[in-house]
């Protein structure tokens, strides 16, 4: 397992195992490849179209990398799986689409108030309900953020091509450990079945981070303190000797429960929301083009931000000053730099495979001046260049 | 007058003398079931720093976390034995042990018992089987007895409770055990057998809850429901003889099974072993 101290035998084992070229592959084995690299050594998981091909590539590669694979009996139990491996230590992952999304909530709760990081990769397909269950969409950015019940902060990342699937899923890990909490990866199904060119990098090309562990017996008496001011306690894992007591209930930083007082859910429930708000440089990451002399301004993610950069490129051509937003880490919303953007701007597109959700964010941060627009689409077809650059014309 | 209690409890060392007194009822059976596991631990000097112990939602996940001293997952309902399938497979080498509830583990958690039994994962599972949802309420159970009367079934039961150890063990466990309350003796020695076992193990624990059960089934003191449980146990061999009508009502106790079955951490390391020579990736 890669924690600290075997890395060089994982490192030759990797380098041995997925040579650093070209690879035509799909956005699930992308996503796959960078969990892989990035040290994820248990997945657990339950069929679902169209996260499967996951699944099944981590059912094959896995044992090679002395990992683990587990096929639970459904989403619930697969989420609790991959909690329950957390603790021990293993970077642990697990990906599904829509309706076992919204089966894994609660224990995605459970890891945002027990502090475990894990990967969560969420294949959006086309909803509600079983929906176009073949076919992509991007409806499942509010499930992401509110999804579990209370107050909870939440981070999810979402890639715009199969190369950046890899990275960002390498990136998803990363800030899990860094900040020990659940990441949620919002794929789309387009994606995830497209077979596209991804470079396989050599390892040494890959940054990895690991979890902070107790440097000693005080550290480990406080699993959900914040012993060096960062709002990220370090985790004691199970095993050692620690004797951890880990509760989903309101608990004091010793991890013993304490529903009663007052003060001490709201000292938790505020850290755990600090945590993440005072360290946004390990997550925040949006993508500009074009945006420095723009008037107008597309804002798009994942699958929908590649025809909005092909139809901010053509626009340009005919000389419209248009330029593109595209937010990675979509939870937390950048919303410093949105309030920004939109100053300058006179229109604002935002282009989804939805019926409007990004937009709703990207309206608590610009004025009302500013004319605000949806560029939606759904029935399982990506948004075309044609159609995004006819929205673009239409207010230019 | 608790700390003196407890003072003199010889198998306190197991126990986090800081989450103590327990919020169980007076009268409850869980105290028994901790004190069992606890006598189960320490007859086999299992180190509790090679436990982890997982448990879901309700009264008796409460039995021992945080009361018993070990790595404790207390985690949402009815998913105890997945997390701890996780727990498993990180730590192979850990005694991983589920103590929780009927309504968590075989109403709304049935599905993950199953399938563990099933893929015969080292798990112990220690059910404590009350009939009844208690934290709750007192509201009907997948276990309360036909005709019985609880807050939801305010008139009387009209479902017939499900037979977990027979459930369990036709699903593919290793070792599968029932007692009471009443055979403390018995259910020591059972709980030491599972957590030998190599595989699925499970010991069902019919337990008294006076409180949200007995008082409205005509037993409000924990004794009375304990010589319930006694005039109405049926040692395994006897009741093979005994037709199905005759059991009705009937606690059926002793061993289901005791067999050797591959164990899932194991063959998972064992795969693990033959991918890494077939791809010739050994001592890499």
């Known amino acids: ?396 | 007058m608790a700390k003196e209690i407890y003072s003199k409890y010889p198998l306190i060392k197991y126990l986090r003398r800081e989450a103590l007194p327990t919020a169980l009822c007076p009268g409850c059976g869980g105290g028994t079931v901790l004190n069992a596991f606890a006598n189960a631990v320490d007859g086999l000097k299992i180190d509790p720093r090679d436990l982890v112990v997982v448990s879901g939602i309700g009264c008796s996940a409460w039995i021992a976390s945080p009361y018993f001293l070990a790595d404790t997952l207390h985690t949402t309902h009815g998913r105890a034995i997945a997390f701890a399938t996780g727990v498993k497979v990180g730590l192979p080498d850990k005694k991983v042990v589920v103590i929780s509830g009927d309504g968590d583990l075989a109403g709304i958690g049935g599905n993950h018992l199953i399938h563990a039994a099933r893929r015969n994962v080292d798990i112990t599972v220690i059910l404590v089987n009350n009939f009844i949802y208690g934290m709750t309420g007192g509201q009907v159970a997948p276990t309360t007895p036909f005709g019985a009367i609880t807050t939801t079934t305010p008139y009387r039961n009209i479902e017939h409770p499900l037979q977990i150890s027979e459930t369990v063990a036709a699903a593919g466990a290793s070792y599968v055990a029932r007692w009471t309350t009443a055979h403390v003796y018995q259910l020591i020695e059972s709980i030491k057998k599972a957590l030998t076992v190599k595989g699925f193990s499970l010991v069902e624990v019919i337990s008294q809850c006076p409180v949200q059960f007995g008082r409205r089934n005509r037993m409000k003191e924990p004794a009375e429901m304990l010589r319930w449980f006694l005039r109405n146990s049926v040692p395994l061999a006897k009741a093979k003889k005994m037709k199905p009508e005759e059991l009705e009502g009937k606690f059926v106790i002793g061993e289901f099974v005791n067999r050797e079955r591959p164990e899932f951490t194991d063959e998972l390391n064992k795969l693990i072993d033959e991918v890494q020579e077939h791809f010739g990736l050994k001592g890499e």
């Open chain 1, 1 to 396: 397992m890669i924690i600290h101290g075997d890395e060089p035998g994982q490192i030759r084992l990797i380098r041995k195992l997925y040579r650093p070229g070209n690879y035509f592959m799909q956005g699930d084995e992308a996503v796959s490849y960078g969990a892989i690299f990035a040290g994820c050594r248990f997945y657990a998981g339950y069929p679902i179209t169209p996260a499967s091909e996951i699944a099944e590539t981590m059912a094959r590669e896995l044992p090679k990398v002395s990992g683990y694979y587990i096929q639970m009996e459904d989403e619930i139990g697969s989420i609790a799986a991959v909690v329950g491996a957390s603790w021990t230590g293993l970077k642990s992952m697990t990906a599904t689409s829509g309706p076992g999304f919204s089966l894994m909530q609660e224990n995605l709760g459970y890891a945002v108030m027990t502090e475990t990081p894990l990967v969560l990769v969420d294949v959006q397909r086309s909803g509600p309900s079983t929906g176009q269950a073949t076919k992509g969409a991007q409806g499942d950015f509010f499930q992401a953020r509110w999804g579990t019940h209370g107050d909870h902060p939440i981070i999810a990342v979402s890639p715009t091509s199969g190369q950046d699937a890899f990275w960002e899923t390498i990136r998803a890990f990363n800030i899990a450990e860094r900040l020990r909490t659940p990441v949620v990866v919002l794929f789309d199904g387009v994606l995830a079945h497209t077979r596209e060119l991804v470079r396989i990098p050599d390892i040494e090309e890959v940054e990895i981070a690991y979890r902070k562990l107790p440097a000693n017996e005080e550290e480990a008496k406080l699993p959900f303190g914040d012993p060096h001011g960062d709002g990220v306690p370090p985790m004691p894992l199970f095993g050692h000797g620690y004797f951890t007591h880990v509760t989903g209930s309101t608990h004091k930083e010793n991890g013993l429960r304490d529903v009663y007082t007052p003060g001490v859910h709201d000292k938790l429930v505020r850290r755990l929301h600090r945590k993440i708000e005072q360290n946004k440089s390990v997550y925040e990451k949006y993508e500009e083009h074009f945006s420095d002399d723009a008037e107008i301004l597309v804002v798009s993610w994942g699958v929908t931000a590649r025809p909005a950069l092909g139809a901010v490129l053509r626009a340009r051509e005919e000389g419209i000053k248009v330029g593109l937003f595209v937010p990675k880490t979509v939870h937390p919303f950048p919303g410093e730099r949105m309030r920004k953007l939109g100053k300058r701007v006179r229109a604002i597109l935002v282009s989804e495979m939805n019926l409007g959700q990004m937009i709703l964010e990207v309206e608590r941060y610009v004025n009302d001046d500013v004319a605000l627009k949806g560029v939606n689409k759904i029935g399982g077809v990506p948004l075309t260049v044609e159609e995004i650059l006819r929205e673009i014309r239409g207010v230019a």
